[in-house]
């Protein structure tokens, strides 16, 4: 082999090594976004308690709560974790969930997920705290 094209092809392995090292080479991200419907939301403590519900979700990068609306817009790699699985959590924190619309593009949520660990669910409708709640006539 000439020198000329040793070093050539040298250069070239060298800087595919170069991508593959820095993850150029790796499939395109597969973030999505996706729109739940989320039901028994009446106060800041709910939106509070399902960004902490789903917070410890792999995959997951970003939620924005509507309370207005009952719905939570989730950004997230579909490779890692699908909407259903998000909105299980979600209805399992005590707020029932499920998916409107998923969409491959990502649209990211307006607020970063917490690092916050879940807490477990009361078991009491909305928030727990009291003021989701109404109290029995009797």
Do not use: H, W
């Not at 259903?84 to 619309?101: C, D, E, F, W």
């Amino acid at each position: 082999m000439k020198p000329l094209r040793f070093v050539s092809v040298m250069a070239s392995a060298l800087f595919l090594l170069g991508l593959s090292l820095f993850g150029f080479d790796s499939p395109a991200s597969a973030m999505a976004t996706a729109e739940l419907s989320v039901g028994n939301l009446t106060c800041g403590a709910c939106v509070q308690k399902i960004e902490k519900a789903i917070s410890g979700m792999k995959g997951v990068t970003a939620i924005d709560v509507d309370l207005q609306n009952g719905r939570a817009r989730v950004s997230y790699d579909d490779r890692v974790v699908s909407p259903a699985a998000v909105a299980n959590r979600i209805s399992k924190a005590g707020y029932p969930a499920r998916v409107r619309l998923s969409s491959p593009v990502a649209v990211p949520a307006k607020r970063a997920v917490p690092s916050a660990e879940p807490k477990a669910p009361s078991g009491k409708p909305g928030c727990g705290g009291g003021c989701c709640t109404t109290p029995k006539q009797g």
